[in-house]
């Protein structure tokens, strides 16, 4: 079955410094791939997402591009902020059939000024 | 205006109890799911809905009876509480079953005492 894996957490690090968050995949055929954020109460935010092998996926400073090659889709962002202290998770969704979103176990990020 | 919107948010209630939680989105759309969060933030997928039908149903225990009056609701009912049934509970929906984006609530906390 589809199955997506997240380095573990927590991440610290301090503003200004430079984000990589990994996340590998398996599954059939050609799924798509999101990032959602969760800050502290909150629900499920998309952050970026990709449909297709080399597509890049950006939004308020981060990038993810669709590997195939690798199957992965790492996070990244050049320079973090105190306020993108959260959870983030990579998922995947199959084009096949009924398919829901299949989650990695989520990536704390904490941001230090 | 809120776009997923759950309540309560937050329900604290003794094991054997059964208990309810709403959910409501005001997008339009077809399709709304139910996930589990548990204590290690990990997701998983329990329900899925498409106009009012149930699509998916993630071997979750027959004690869960999710509702659907109509596309813009999906409540969630649970009998006889378990400890294990502790966890923060997520209603999402999207457009329909293809791979647009989910958009998620804010999140029941569910206590068990």
């Known amino acids: 079955g589809d199955s997506v894996t997240q380095m573990e957490g927590p991440v610290t690090l301090s503003e200004e410094a430079f984000l990589t968050i990994n996340c590998t995949y398996t599954?059939?055929?050609?799924?798509?791939l999101f990032w959602y954020v969760q800050y502290p109460g909150e629900g499920l935010q998309l952050l970026l997402k990709a449909t297709k092998a080399d597509d890049k996926g950006s939004n308020k400073g981060f990038e993810a591009t669709y590997r195939k090659e690798t199957t992965s889709f790492h996070l990244e962002k050049g320079s973090v902020q105190v306020s993108d202290s959260a959870v983030y998770f990579c998922?995947?969704?199959?084009?096949?059939?009924?398919?829901?979103?299949?989650f990695g176990k989520g990536t704390m990020l904490l941001v230090s000024p | 205006d809120t776009a997923v919107s759950q309540t309560p948010k937050y329900l604290v209630t003794q094991m054997g109890n059964d208990k309810s939680i709403k959910c409501e989105q005001n997008?339009?759309?077809?399709?709304m799911y139910w996930y589990k969060q548990d204590s290690k933030k990990f997701l998983k997928i329990m329900f899925s809905y498409n106009n009012k039908e149930l699509i998916i149903n993630e071997t979750v225990p027959n004690r869960f009876s999710p509702k659907s009056p109509d596309k813009a609701h999906l409540n969630l009912h649970i009998n006889s509480l378990e400890l294990g049934d502790s966890a923060v509970y997520f209603c999402?929906?999207?457009?329909?079953?293809?791979?647009?984006?989910?958009?998620f609530g804010d999140g029941t906390r569910l206590s068990i005492l």
């Open positions: 997008l339009g759309h077809d399709t």
């Open positions: 999402a929906s999207s457009p329909n079953l293809g791979n647009q984006p989910q958009h």
């Open positions: 998922a995947l969704r199959s084009n096949s059939g009924y398919s829901t979103l299949t």
């Open positions: 599954a059939t055929g050609y799924p798509s």
